[in-house]
T-cell receptor
Framework: GNSVTQMEGPVTLSEEAFLTINCTYT??????LFWYVQYPGEGLQLLLK?????DKGSNKGFEATYRKETTSFHLEKGSVQVSDSAVYFC??????????FGTGTKLQVIP | DVKVTQSSRYLVKRTGEKVFLECVQD?????MFWYRQDPGLGLRLIYF???????EKGDIPEGYSVSREKKERFSLILESASTNQTSMYLC???????????????FGPGTRLTVL
């Protein structure tokens, strides 16, 4: 079936450090891929998406590139801020517009 | 902006009680979803609905049922609550078949349910 695997956290970084959160997905079909973010006490919100191979999604300084050859969609940011502290979920679209989520990676950014 | 609201942020119930969790979206979305979120397990789909009065089982439907009598409202029902249903419950909606954002999901703030 459809699945998404993302690196386990928590990830702790100093402010202005470079962030990578790895994500791989099962390659059934040509799914849309997403990163969602969940700030403390809130629901998830879409951070960025990519709909086909080699697409790059970007938002708020975060980027992720749809890599079909490696079935990956790694999240990156060049310089993290304390306000980026949250849980990040990688996800892939499936049939009936269902979305399969990874288990989430908690990011803590310290000043 | 799309708004998805859930009836309660926190709920405490007793084992065996019938529990209703309500979700309302205001953007005329076709699809609605119920998830539970548990540490280390991420989000797991309980049920979803792609039209009024239509429902489909997700990955973990046991012990739950749903109701969608109106397009904007999707209810999750725990027929007889048990302690292993203590969790965070998240409702989401997505537009459906039209537009570039058809499969993007919009989430409510969640209901943290504790079953004693």
């Amino acid at each position: 079936g459809n699945s998404v695997t993302q690196m386990e956290g928590p990830v702790t970084l100093s402010e202005e450090a470079f962030l990578t959160i790895n994500c791989t997905y099962t390659a059934t079909g040509y799914p849309s891929l997403f990163w969602y973010v969940q700030y403390p006490g809130e629901g998830l919100q879409l951070l960025l998406k990519a709909t086909k191979a080699d697409d790059k999604g970007s938002n708020k300084g975060f980027e992720a590139t749809y890599r079909k050859e490696t079935t990956s969609f790694h999240l990156e940011k060049g310089s993290v801020q304390v306000s980026d502290s949250a849980v990040y979920f990688c996800a892939r679209a499936g049939g009936y517009q269902k979305v399969t989520f990874g288990t989430g990676t908690k990011l803590q950014v310290i000043p | 902006d799309v708004k998805v609201t859930q009836s309660s942020r926190y709920l405490v119930k007793r084992t065996g009680e019938k529990v209703f969790l309500e979700c309302v979206q205001d953007m005329d979305h076709e699809n609605m979803f119920w998830y539970r979120q548990d540490p280390g397990l991420g989000l797991r789909l309980i049920y979803f609905s792609y039209d009024v009065k239509m429902k489909e089982k997700g990955d973990i439907p046991e012990g739950y049922s749903v109701s969608r009598e109106k397009k904007e409202r999707f209810s999750l029902i725990l027929e007889s609550a048990s302690t292993n249903q203590t969790s965070m419950y998240l409702c989401a909606s997505s537009p459906g078949t039209s537009g570039s954002r058809y499969n993007e999901q919009f989430f409510g703030p969640g209901t943290r349910l504790t079953v004693l």
